[in-house]
């Protein structure tokens, strides 16, 4: 018992991007009832999905953090740069679009 607080404090504080996004701003959205942070440096893009899994949503949660992903910045993502699981999706973005004026 005398464990489990620090460990839920260690893993409240595992809302930040790999080193390899240095000093990225995080984006926060909702998608299919989970809060998403988005992460972006360069062409670089990191999703990270709080809270539990449901069962039911596993198989598309893959799909959910890259539709994030790509809301969050505006860009697609590089075709098989996609790594990671459905707690932590890495990717590279490709092209960008010019947000609707």
Not at 7 to 27: F, H, K, N, R, T
Not at 36 to 43: L, S
Not at 78 to 83: A, F, L, M, T
Request: hydrophobic residues 45%.
């Amino acid at each position: 018992m005398r464990y489990i607080v620090p460990l839920l404090i260690v893993l409240a504080a595992c809302d930040s991007p790999s080193p390899l996004l240095g000093q990225a701003e995080p984006i926060r959205l909702q998608r299919a009832g989970y809060d998403i942070t988005v992460w972006r440096a360069g062409d670089r893009v990191e999703a990270i999905r709080h809270g539990m899994a449901r069962r039911a949503d596993k198989a598309q949660l893959r799909g959910v953090l890259m539709q994030a992903m790509q809301d969050a910045t505006g860009c697609d993502l590089r075709e098989n740069s996609v790594e990671g699981d459905i707690g932590v999706l890495r990717a590279r973005l490709s092209t960008c679009f010019a947000p609707d004026q």
